[in-house]
């Protein structure tokens, strides 16, 4: 599988939208600015036809370390998801 890294990605957001690198990755940066913070506030993203981005509670649980097999408490915390919506998993597949 190749990976595409952030240059990448938007050197191919500025050939796809005719634009300079510089405004599509300032794009990218806003794009990325926002949902972190719609996330941080409770929000929830959907972008119709692409998918939905969510920060998920995780309940504090049991661990262990694995070197000494010790248990640990491991806090609770939140978690970001996305999950692809019909237009997206259908243009994939």
């Known amino acids: ?35 972190a913070e719609a996330l941080k506030a409770g929000e929830k993203i959907q972008l119709v036809g692409f998918g939905t ?3 998920k509670e995780r309940a504090a649980r049991d661990g262990r370390n694995p070197r000494t097999g010790e248990t640990i408490k491991i806090a609770a915390s939140k978690c970001p998801t996305f999950s692809a919506g019909k237009g997206l998993k259908d243009a994939i597949n």
């Open 53 to 55: 981005f969510e920060a």
């Open 1 to 35: 599988m190749k990976i595409m890294n952030k240059t990448q990605f938007i050197e191919a957001i500025a050939a796809k939208a005719d634009i300079k690198k510089k405004d599509a990755e300032a794009a990218v940066n806003a794009m990325t600015e926002v949902i």
